[in-house]
């Protein structure tokens, strides 16, 4: 079983539409949560960073970290086609320096 | 800054030959990371380095696979001799603060091993 879980979709939706993307994590010890967002043959950037539990908002994209159930989500409202991309969960135990990646989930926003 | 470069952006060889890839990382980063990403097993961490010494090199697949950063603003990563199994998008990252997860990513090399 990998560290980190994530469905690698494809997800298609309308523009408009409420996108949920969900990552689950089986080692305790993460404290830190990311999310990275790769277009197509580019590099992945980070997107949205969190520490622990609880919720971060930044504009349209929110990020959720529930450590009692492992559970990472990203949600992004009012979805635009330019959001269509590689959206790529990630954790990190503190003072460490390994990212350990979800699979991905491929996103695409129709208009 | 003009971020991760990565060389060469797109690299297609024979089975057998020598491949070397490049980066220079972001000016003043203290890490260095090497990633391999694949259709079937994502986003894999190869090997990374603080302060130009190699701390975690567990994710080399095979001994064909070696890295070495002579100094901070230069990496390679070398498969010798190359396979098709190779095939993958090869990405450099680079970060500032050790532990705090945010990773630099360059544009990445795809590889094509014939």
């Known amino acids: 079983q990998k560290e980190v879980e994530q469905d690698p979709g494809p997800l298609s939706v309308p523009e408009g539409a409420i996108v949920s993307l969900n990552c689950t994590y089986s080692?305790?010890?993460?404290?830190?949560f990311m999310w990275y967002r790769q277009y197509s043959r580019k590099g992945p950037e980070l997107l949205m960073y969190?520490?622990?539990?609880g919720n971060k908002e930044d504009g349209r994209f929110t990020a959720q970290v529930d450590k009692s159930s492992k559970y990472i989500s990203l949600f992004i409202r009012d979805s635009q086609p330019s959001d269509s991309a590689t959206y790529l969960c990630?954790?990190?135990?503190?003072?460490?320096?390994?990212?350990?990646f979800g699979q991905g989930t491929r996103l695409t926003i129709n208009p | 800054d003009a971020g991760v470069i990565q060389s060469p952006r797109h690299e297609v060889t024979e089975m057998g030959q020598e491949v070397t890839l490049r980066c220079k990382p972001i000016?003043?980063?203290?890490?260095l990371f090497w990633y391999r990403q694949t259709m079937m097993r994502g986003l894999e961490l190869l090997i990374y380095?603080?302060?130009?010494?190699?701390?975690?090199d567990s994710g080399m697949p095979e001994d064909r696979f070696s890295a070495k950063m002579p100094n901070a603003s230069f990496s390679t990563l070398k498969i010798q001799p190359s396979e098709p199994r190779d095939s993958a998008v090869y990405f450099c990252?680079?970060?500032?603060?050790?532990?705090?997860?945010?990773?630099?990513f360059g544009p990445g090399t795809r590889l094509t091993v014939l």
């Open positions: 380095f603080n302060n130009n010494v190699p701390i975690d």
């Open positions: 969190t520490y622990s539990s």
């Open positions: 990630a954790a990190i135990i503190q003072g460490a320096q390994k990212l350990v």
């Open positions: 080692n305790s010890a993460f404290q830190y």
């Open positions: 000016s003043g980063h203290n890490s």
């Open positions: 990252a680079s970060s500032l603060i050790a532990g705090e997860g945010e990773q630099f």
